[in-house]
């Protein structure tokens, strides 16, 4: 008997509602309810669409994320490994230029002549999905391009990456030495390929400078597009910028990838190379010109390779923040639209009530 009170209250609650809206504008005809129901429900039905795609691109996002995180350590590990070869070479370089510090010597890789064509290598990456990395690059390169021609001198391009290669081919204005394509872990047996090229352009005074543009690994969310000048070469092996800045190179930083409160971060370590001193007695069986003249150009392919390996960990760091973006992105985006997705649904229920309502009083 309750029930059958507080129905009959409901509907006279609602009935005195739909009577006083009546004064005011007249009910909708049977004709128009039926159409919008499919309204409502095609809308709800894209909807949930819509935000069932938004989800599967967040897990997409996420498992991107996590491959570029695997694979950031994996170019870690690289450098790491390759350490011991680098400081070894260093202490040798070092400690020839100390016999031979009151000689004039002359090194093919180390003469400087002067300045009438320069060779610009590029290393970009081999895939997109990281942002502005690859375009931030090539601004540079363009930039760097428009100074040599405001200086009056002459240039080439070594393009190592498939985004730089595809670049150039489609400016054939710009002029192209030779096209290298990139892996996902750079070795020693690719990076000699393209210390060979250099090698031959400088000896034959094809060019006169070697300049190599590629991106300097800061951080997780930060990399620096950088030009070295690669040859001539420093005898002392000092990594030297186009403006003359010196870096020694028994002076190395690594980067470590970790964890820190469930997040990734990158910590960074100076690390000095110790340049023991040979032995005073110590004598070459050969003359050590012709010593340093062998050396150098593994010092050169040891450039060339921890050069793309810091342009792969700054590709990978890129492709890491910007799909974490877009997981970001995506996350916003469902909720925003899980909130529309229930003020329709919600919508819905209320004109569906309201016409049930609305058929009750017309029966009374």
Not at 134 to 152: C, S, T
Request: proline fraction near 5%; charge should be negative; hydrophobic fraction near 40%.
């Amino acid at each position: 008997m309750a029930c059958s009170l507080s129905f009959s209250s409901s509907v006279s609650s609602f009935h005195l509602s739909t009577t006083t809206q009546s004064t005011q504008a007249p009910p909708p005809s049977n004709a128009s309810i039926p159409n919008t129901c499919p309204i409502q429900c095609s809308n709800l039905r894209e909807l949930r669409d819509r935000i069932g795609s938004v989800k599967n691109t967040q897990k997409i996002t996420e498992a991107m994320k996590l491959v570029a995180a695997a694979k950031v350590r994996r170019a870690q590990e690289a450098v790491v490994n390759g350490r011991p070869f680098s400081e070894t070479l260093v202490e040798v370089l070092y400690n020839i230029n100390e016999q031979l510090q009151t000689d004039d010597i002359d090194v093919p890789l180390t003469r400087v002549r002067p300045v009438k064509k320069v060779a610009l290598m590029v290393v970009t990456g081999d895939r997109g999905l990281c942002g502005g990395f690859n375009n931030m690059l090539l601004k540079k390169a363009e930039a760097r391009i428009a100074e040599l021609k405001d200086l009056g001198v002459d240039y080439t391009i070594i393009s190592v990456g498939k985004k730089g290669n595809t670049y150039f081919v489609r400016r054939p204005n710009i002029p192209v030495d030779r096209y290298f394509d990139g892996s996902n872990l750079p070795t020693a047996k690719e990076a000699q390929a393209i210390a060979d090229d250099v090698f031959s352009l400088f000896i034959s005074e094809e060019v006169d400078k070697v300049e190599m543009l590629y991106t300097k690994f800061v951080s997780l969310v930060k990399s620096d597009p950088v030009i070295h000048t690669l040859l001539p070469l420093s005898p002392k092996g000092e990594i030297c910028d186009i403006n003359g800045k010196c870096v020694d190179a028994a002076e190395d930083e690594l980067f470590r990838l970790t964890t820190k409160e469930g997040k990734l971060t990158v910590e960074m370590d100076t690390v000095k190379t110790e340049t023991l001193s040979f032995s005073p007695i110590l004598e070459f069986e050969q003359d050590p010109a012709q010593i340093l003249d062998a050396l150098l150009p593994l010092y050169l392919n040891s450039q060339i390779l921890r050069a793309l390996q810091e342009s792969l960990a700054s590709e990978l760091a890129a492709r890491m923040t910007a799909m974490s973006n877009a997981s970001d992105n995506a996350s916003d985006l469902r909720k925003s639209l899980s909130v529309v997705y229930n003020r329709v649904r919600q919508a819905k229920i209320t004109g569906e009530i309201l016409e049930i309502v609305a058929g009750a009083n017309a029966l009374v």
